[in-house]
Structure formats: C-alpha cells, structure tokens
C-alpha cells in the first residue's frame, strides 16, 4: 500500500499566505543560495497564483508559482522536505492552473541542477545557460499535448 504524503498541497492565498512564501523565499533563496534580498521580491508576486506545500502542522514547506504571462518561477521547498514528492506536487499543481487558465505552454527558467528534474516532467530546454543572481540558469518549455 502506497505511504500517505505528510504534506499537501494546495492553492495560496496572498493576503494570507504571504509571511509563510516569504519565509520559505528567504531560507531557499536568500540564505541557502545567497540571491541578492532585492532581486528576491517583485511587485508581480501579489498577482500570481501561488501554489503552496504544507506540513500536517499547516507551516508552509514548499512554494511555486505561476505568473500571469505563464511562467513558472520561484520553486522552492525547505532542505528538510525535499526528496519526498513536494516538488512533483506544486509542479503538478502549476500545470495544472496553466491548463486550466487557457495556456498552451509554460516557460521557466530553471538552475541548471534542476534540468533533470524538469525534463523528466516534459520541459525542453531551450538556448544558451545564461546567470540569475550569480546562478546558472537555463529557459526551459513544456507545451500541453493538447494544443
């Protein structure tokens, strides 16, 4: 019989959700990748729909998000939760929105340790690796099979 996740995953609220995506931002981000605190934070983010991975205990573990020009971007989960499926959830999850909002694809920009992970979801990279915050990066797309 297949382990119960210990987290879920569902649709944020920013008015709600906000401290807890920010918290998440700044331990992955900030502190673990040491990205610059002001390229961290866009006047986007209010109006994106986030996608948030919570412990039983409700504290968020895992974020994603997916703008409205169809990207998604700021995939990150604690060091604690990785490795157990909440990355495959909010990808999941992200897709999801974008099929359902009429998208035809997705792009991302996705740190080059992260190639495999998105390949083996159906992302195709895309051009040269290029650097965000001193980190290297690759354009990454995945296109609905059914447009």
Do not use: N
Request: proline share 5%; aromatic share 10%.
């Amino acid at each position: 019989m297949p382990e119960t996740p210990h987290y879920m995953v569902r649709p944020a609220r920013w008015s709600t959700d906000e401290a807890g995506i920010a918290h998440v931002r700044r331990r992955v981000f900030i502190e673990e990748q040491a990205v610059p605190e002001g390229l961290e934070w866009e006047v986007l983010d209010p109006d994106c729909a986030w996608f948030v991975a919570c412990g039983l205990d409700g504290e968020i573990v895992g974020i994603v998000r997916l703008t409205p020009d169809a990207r998604i971007g700021r995939m990150a989960v604690l060091a604690s939760w990785r490795r157990q499926g909440v990355g495959a959830a909010l990808l999941a999850s992200a897709l999801d929105a974008a099929r359902r909002q009429g998208y035809s694809g997705v792009r991302l920009s996705a740190q080059t340790h992260a190639l495999p992970f998105y390949a083996r979801y159906g992302f195709q990279t895309e051009g040269e690796v290029f650097q965000d915050a001193g980190i290297p990066h690759l354009a990454m797309t995945f296109t609905f099979k059914d447009h």
